[in-house]
């Protein structure tokens, strides 16, 4: 049976519902089993755990520690590894918020998409323009591997039900 005032389910001997003390009303098993309101999302959905664990491990802390083994000095200062080191920035700032599971991790999410699938499609030109670089196949796989990279995450945070139990809302 179900509870006539909160919907729970009680034993069908019960007199009052032990979560509410209404008196509960004789349904029949197919109508219990479909619930008559939408059901928040499950909790074992809310957190970050599985991909979306995952993901912040590869944005957050692989770029991280593959910066610090390199042992790369930006000083006297260069403008590719300090384009690096802002992109590095930034990808451990997404993570961070995804971690703390704060809602502006979406926009800021948003953001960092875009940053990372434009950079990818202007080293494809600037690879393709300047063939003087004897390194264009691999310049343009690996950017080609960044775009496609970016196309499933943001792929996957459009649709996940974590996401949207964890944050709030999905990415569009």
Do not use: H
């Amino acid at each position: 049976m179900l509870c006539a005032k909160c919907g729970q389910l009680v034993f069908d001997t019960s007199e009052l519902c032990p979560n509410c003390g209404q008196s509960p009303v004789a349904v029949s098993s197919a109508v219990a089993a479909e619930p008559s309101a939408p059901q928040p999302a499950e909790a074992s959905l809310q957190g970050v755990g599985g991909w979306l664990m995952l993901f912040c491990i590869i944005v957050g802390v692989l770029p991280v520690l593959r910066f610090t083994m390199s042992g790369i000095s930006i000083l006297p200062f260069q403008p590719m590894k300090t384009l690096e080191l802002a992109l590095l920035a930034f990808s451990v700032t997404v993570a961070s918020l995804i971690w703390l599971r704060l809602p502006s991790a979406i926009p800021v999410l948003r953001a960092y998409f875009v940053t990372r699938a434009a950079l990818a499609v202007q080293g494809i030109i600037v690879a393709v323009l300047n063939r003087q670089n004897l390194d264009v196949t691999a310049t343009v796989e690996r950017s080609i591997s960044i775009v496609l990279g970016v196309g499933i995450w943001a792929t996957y945070f459009a649709v996940s039900k974590r996401v949207r139990a964890t944050l709030g809302r999905n990415l569009f």
